[in-house]
């Protein structure tokens, strides 16, 4: 795990849309205490602002400025998507929702864009069978 980040992981979303996969993150960090219920609608206006599409099949919904009064505790949500979503115009097979609090979790950004720069490192991530075969492929990026 990342200091002071909680990693919530997912291998089967089952959201369809963008909105819904928004939605599936929100839900994820907000179960696990990292945010309160109204960093859902921070990480909508977010969106609406700007697209969290980053390439390479991910896309990483995250809260305005105004919404990081609602992050409790740093969080990733990364959940895997069977089909891809359309996001924008482009194909999402993996969205991480995001809660940073106190900057702990700029690392962890780090982290996401080392792993998610080559495509060979998210044929990788596709082809994960558990949830600890994804935890794994981040503890390696951490590591070198």
């Known amino acids: 795990m990342i200091d002071k ?14 909105d819904e996969a928004i939605a599936e993150a929100a839900s994820m960090l907000i179960e696990a205490g990292a945010v309160t219920a109204e960093y859902r609608d921070s990480m909508f206006d977010r969106e609406s602002s700007v697209s969290t599409y980053m390439g390479n099949l991910l896309a990483i919904p ?25 996001w924008d115009g482009n194909e999402v097979r993996f969205v991480i929702g995001i809660a940073g609090r106190d900057g702990t979790h700029l690392d962890a950004l ?12 998210v044929e990788t991530l596709l082809d994960a069978a558990t949830e600890e075969e994804i935890l ?3 503890a390696q990026a951490r590591a070198e």
């Not at 980040?5 to 963008?18: F, P, W």
């Open 5 to 18: 980040v909680i990693e919530l992981i997912r291998i089967n979303g089952v959201a369809k849309s963008r």
């Open 62 to 86: 995250h809260g305005t400025h105004e919404g990081a009064g609602k992050v409790l505790k740093s969080a990733l949500a990364i959940i895997r998507y069977a089909q891809p979503i359309e």
């Open 110 to 121: 780090g982290t996401i864009a080392q792993i998610f720069s080559e495509m060979e490192t």
């Open 136 to 138: 794994d492929q981040f």
